[in-house]
């Protein structure tokens, strides 16, 4: 069976999609900090979907752990699932912000790109960005250019690794269910679940997609929204959207 690597895998939605994907038969390797939570969600994948689920300890925030984990690793996944973010209210750590949502995800990406690239296993590469990347917001400032900065990488890889015959997959979630909008008084109507991330990353592999909304909805959201004028923003609006 193939390997499924997942890196932020104690993320809610890399969980949700490890199971998603283990319900199709994949094998999962879960990469995070927090190995005792690792170990549970792997006996989770196991004993519901009767596959094998490896566990590894990965700081994304730590170049020395990143570089440690690619040395280490010796399963050849099929699909790189990328999960991990960091987001922070009110914004103070910049350069933790840009380093997991941004730099050190590059650093990662690239690193397994070189380990597998001649081994002719490695068929896609998918990213979790943000509706947030879409536009400057002054709330979050950091974050969004950081989310950004990622989907534009992911642009240009999917590029690169055309004639590798990898393909590479930016998913755009709006607000998802999770601890990073726990704090966040939103519309009901416009949150998703992890579970249904992990259905849309998994559908998304499946019809080699290139970019997509998640839901399908924020595409019309976020065009609208790109149509109201700066100024709106900065004199008008009282809190982001």
């Not at 069976?1 to 094998?27: D, V, Y």
């Not at 998913?171 to 259905?199: A, D, R, W």
Request: glycine residues 4%; proline residues 3%.
């Amino acid at each position: 069976m193939s390997w499924l690597l997942i890196i932020g895998g104690n993320s809610e939605i890399g969980f949700a999609a490890a199971k998603r994907f283990a319900s199709n038969g994949f094998n999962i390797h879960l990469a995070s900090r927090n190995m005792e939570q690792l170990h549970l969600k792997k006996e989770i994948v196991e004993k519901s979907f009767n596959v094998k689920c490896k566990v590894s300890n990965l700081d994304v925030y730590d170049l020395a752990s990143i570089k440690n984990f690619v040395d280490q690793s010796e399963i050849n996944p099929k699909i790189i699932l990328v999960t991990a973010g960091f987001l922070e209210n009110p914004e103070k750590s910049y350069e933790k912000i840009i380093k997991i949502n941004y730099l050190n995800l590059i650093e990662i990406i690239e690193s397994l790109i070189l380990k597998s690239l001649n081994k002719d296993i490695l068929s896609s590469i998918i990213g979790v960005s943000s509706i947030a990347g879409e536009i400057g917001k002054k709330k979050n400032n950091i974050y969004s250019s950081s989310k950004a900065g990622f989907s534009n990488y992911l642009e240009g890889l999917r590029q690169r690794l055309y004639q590798e015959n990898i393909n590479v997959i930016t998913i755009k979630p709006g607000y998802v269910k999770t601890k990073m909008i726990k704090n966040l008084s939103l519309p009901k109507i416009l949150v998703s679940t992890p579970e249904k991330i992990g259905e849309i990353i998994y559908n998304s592999y499946k019809e080699k997609k290139a970019i997509v909304y998640a839901p399908y909805y924020w595409k019309l959201i976020m065009f609208i929204y790109k149509l109201v004028p700066e100024l709106f923003f900065k004199h008008i609006l009282k809190k982001n959207f």
